[in-house]
């Protein structure tokens, strides 16, 4: 949702910067995964919204996690109590990882395709769009025998479709 996401940016910025100062961008990422995971477990959620209050509720989620999370995640967890915003915890975990990416000049990219390449060829292309976008590639591949040949790219929030089968949808809405 996208309102959630504008709710989670700031607290995922909080954590990020709070990560790179004390040089434990690993450990905070480990700790937010831990959050994301409790609370997309309906029973922790139903406990967590039942809760008396939003003390009792972050620290029933303080409880859950106390091997995983540090003196700051504790103080995370609470703040995140305080103002009432566990359900935004998946969404502070996708923007941390996106703000550790961009950090790390990293960019994960998807190529489907009704057909498997060659290690040279995904060496080529990673090459390509490392020069492209100044970034380190993740590049996962999938096959789709409907795509019928060609491929499609996403990167990052680009879709680049080069398909056989959209170019044949297309050719028939033109022809209409």
Do not use: C
């Not at 009792?56 to 999370?69: E, G, K, M, P, R």
């Not at 359900?87 to 703000?99: G, S």
């Not at 990673?126 to 096959?143: G, H, P, R, T």
């Amino acid at each position: 949702m996208a309102e959630n996401l504008t709710v989670a940016r700031p607290y995922a910025q909080a954590a990020f910067d709070t990560a790179l100062e004390t040089d434990k961008i690993d450990a905070w990422q480990n700790m937010l995964y831990a959050m994301f995971l409790a609370v997309s477990n309906e029973y922790v959620m139903d406990a967590i919204k039942v809760a008396p209050n939003s003390k009792v509720a972050s620290d029933s989620l303080i409880s859950l996690l106390q091997d995983v999370l540090d003196e700051s995640g504790i103080n995370f967890v609470k703040i995140i109590g305080e103002n009432n915003r566990f359900e935004v915890l998946p969404e502070i975990y996708e923007e941390y990882l996106r703000l550790r990416a961009n950090h790390e000049k990293s960019l994960d990219a998807t190529l489907i395709s009704a057909r498997s390449f060659s290690d040279s060829e995904i060496k080529t292309l990673k090459d390509k769009l490392a020069s492209v976008y100044n970034s380190k590639i993740n590049l996962s591949l999938e096959i789709d025998e409907t795509l019928i040949g060609g491929a499609v790219l996403k990167i990052g929030d680009k879709v680049i479709d080069a398909s056989v089968k959209t170019s044949l949808v297309n050719l028939l809405s033109t022809l209409k």
